[in-house]
């Protein structure tokens, strides 16, 4: 009974890497990058809620330090992207770029439970769509909103996973990865990314 729930969970983990593949983008802070060059960082593909004609990507801020970048899709797809807003405090940034796909992350805003599993996708080292496994392994309250300032997950990461996507076992994203802070990850809960994407979106009064 045992290898038949392992055999299962391994099927249902590569089903739920490669959906996270399709939207996880890589993303090059030079927007003339060369075809060979690794990636910079990652980013994921956001509901760019009725844009018409553009895509959305949400990635760190220090992923993208310029006004210009590129990005790569899981197609294959290379394209030229603007940064159309930026928080170094949060490290968040927003990248838009001409597309066509209606493609995008599926959220999950829920709380989470210490101990659950998490995936995250990255492209270290040249590599492209790497996934590393680990467990939540507490998620901090905000300091004055009270919402969670961080998800701390117990996992491996590496330089290139910085702007891709933390998921549960649905392949529902619960934040952007930031950075490593002794052995855990850091990532910025899906609940910041939308609330700072509402009010950078917002127009001006």
Known sequence: MRAITTSGLAE??????????AVTVQVWADAQHGTDAAASGAGVLWD????????LVITNAHVVRGAQATVGLGDGAVLPARVVARDRKRDLAALEFESSSAMFAQLREVPLQVGELVIAVGHPGGLVGVAALGIVHV??????????RWI?????????FSGGPLADM??????????VHGSLALAVPVTTVESWLRR???PAA
């Open 12 to 21: 249902e983990l590569a089903t739920v890497v490669d959906e996270l593949r």
């Open 48 to 55: 760019p809620q009725g844009s018409n004609g553009r895509g």
């Open 139 to 148: 998620a901090e309250d905000g300091r004055d909103d009270r919402r969670p």
């Open 152 to 160: 701390r997950a117990d996992l491996r990461l590496a330089p290139g």
């Open 170 to 179: 649905s392949g529902k994203v619960i934040g952007i990865n930031a950075m």
């Open 200 to 202: 950078a979106q917002a």
